[in-house]
């Protein structure tokens, strides 16, 4: 299968980087290289990317797209290493770096990567399909109590416990081993009445893949290391699907902003609030986020 998927936001992202001609600039989702070909466009002579995926096909398909590009640097990582992939490099600091975050329509369409609810798949769930962890391993080996708090957490979904509880018993029988069966297993655990909010195994879904590729844990620390590998003027642009991932990215961008925590009671700041950067969240972020839901629900 093809890999495509229509950047998002594209043009408000070339904005918000504010391109240079002779900058270095980090995609750590390059994913279709839809946002990397407009910054390869405005570059020039020492101008370079660092295009970083931890899925090997994106890659690939990236390597296509960029083809007439020879200042372009392929890594096959995670963005929450760009510290040490930039050390890697011998890059002191960047002028700009760019996460689209979330799930590719490409591995969502890809039958064999499991990431849908429609159809009959594997359980799969790997952006990077070398590491061992596998949804299969998340639902057939996690305890009751282990996938219910993914499934309430990661997927805000309120039957939690109750889905839990039934692909614990489905297991008991024989492992679960295809995406259909799990959504009928997750179907059977939501009342009728209460599925009308789309699919009813949307939310588990996107918990699994979570747990899966550790897309939320590590995501605060990232978005700090990321204002901390910019040069003096450099750009951060991050683009969100749900609310777990903004809220993880807000709150590190309001500590960069150094905003103080100490009690209103206080006569003087005592928590030693420190400002890294400038903070433009409200003004682009939320933009940004309201558009997508519309634009490229998950």
């Given at each position: 299968?093809?890999?495509?998927?229509?950047?998002?936001?594209?043009?408000?992202?070339?904005?918000?980087?504010?391109?240079?001609?002779?900058?270095?600039?980090?995609?750590?989702?390059?994913?279709?290289?839809?946002?990397?070909?407009?910054?390869?466009?405005?570059?020039?002579?020492?101008?370079?990317?660092?295009?970083?995926?931890?899925?090997?096909?994106?890659l690939k398909a990236a390597k296509q797209v960029l083809g007439e590009y020879s200042n372009i640097t392929y890594i096959?990582?995670?963005?929450?290493?760009?510290?040490?992939?930039?050390?890697?490099?011998?890059?002191?600091?960047?002028?700009?770096?760019?996460?689209?975050?979330?799930?590719?329509?490409?591995?969502?369409?890809?039958?064999?990567?499991?990431?849908?609810?429609?159809g009959e798949n594997v359980l799969d769930m790997r952006m990077d399909k070398t590491q061992e962890l596998t949804a299969?391993?998340?639902?057939?080996?996690?305890t009751e109590e282990e996938l219910a708090n993914i499934i309430y957490n990661y997927g805000e979904e309120r039957f939690?416990?109750?889905?839990?509880?039934?692909?614990?018993?489905?297991?008991?029988?024989?492992?679960?081993?295809?995406?259909?069966?799990?959504?009928?297993?997750?179907?059977?655990?939501?009342?009728?009445?209460?599925?009308?909010?789309?699919?009813?195994?949307?939310?588990?879904?996107?918990?699994?893949?979570?747990?899966?590729?550790?897309?939320?844990?590590?995501?605060?620390?990232?978005?700090?290391?990321?204002?901390?590998?910019?040069?003096?003027?450099?750009?951060?642009?991050?683009?969100?699907?749900?609310?777990?991932?903004?809220?993880?990215?807000?709150?590190?961008?309001?500590?960069?902003?150094?905003?103080?925590?100490?009690?209103?009671?206080?006569?003087?700041?005592?928590?030693?609030?420190?400002?890294?950067?400038?903070?433009?969240?409200?003004?682009?972020?939320?933009?940004?986020?309201?558009?997508?839901?519309?634009?490229?629900?998950?």
């Amino acid at each position: 299968m093809e890999f495509k998927h229509k950047p998002v936001m594209l043009k408000e992202c070339i904005e918000g980087l504010k391109i240079k001609k002779d900058g270095i600039y980090v995609d750590g989702t390059l994913g279709g290289a839809g946002h990397s070909k407009e910054i390869a466009k405005k570059l020039e002579g020492s101008g370079r990317i660092l295009g970083i995926d931890r899925d090997e096909e994106a890659l690939k398909a990236a390597k296509q797209v960029l083809g007439e590009y020879s200042n372009i640097t392929y890594i096959h990582g995670n963005h929450d290493d760009i510290k040490q992939i930039l050390e890697e490099q011998n890059i002191d600091g960047v002028d700009g770096i760019l996460l689209d975050l979330g799930v590719s329509s490409y591995q969502l369409d890809e039958k064999n990567r499991g990431f849908s609810y429609l159809g009959e798949n594997v359980l799969d769930m790997r952006m990077d399909k070398t590491q061992e962890l596998t949804a299969k391993i998340v639902v057939n080996q996690y305890t009751e109590e282990e996938l219910a708090n993914i499934i309430y957490n990661y997927g805000e979904e309120r039957f939690a416990k109750q889905i839990a509880k039934n692909i614990c018993n489905a297991r008991k029988e024989k492992e679960i081993e295809t995406t259909k069966e799990l959504v009928n297993i997750i179907e059977k655990a939501i009342p009728k009445a209460k599925q009308n909010d789309g699919h009813p195994a949307k939310r588990t879904f996107q918990a699994i893949r979570i747990e899966v590729n550790n897309e939320i844990k590590p995501l605060y620390s990232t978005i700090l290391d990321c204002i901390n590998c910019l040069k003096p003027q450099g750009r951060l642009c991050v683009i969100t699907f749900h609310s777990l991932e903004d809220r993880a990215v807000k709150t590190a961008m309001l500590e960069a902003k150094g905003k103080c925590t100490c009690p209103p009671d206080l006569p003087y700041c005592v928590c030693g609030a420190k400002s890294l950067r400038k903070n433009n969240y409200k003004k682009t972020n939320d933009t940004i986020k309201r558009r997508t839901r519309r634009k490229h629900k998950k």
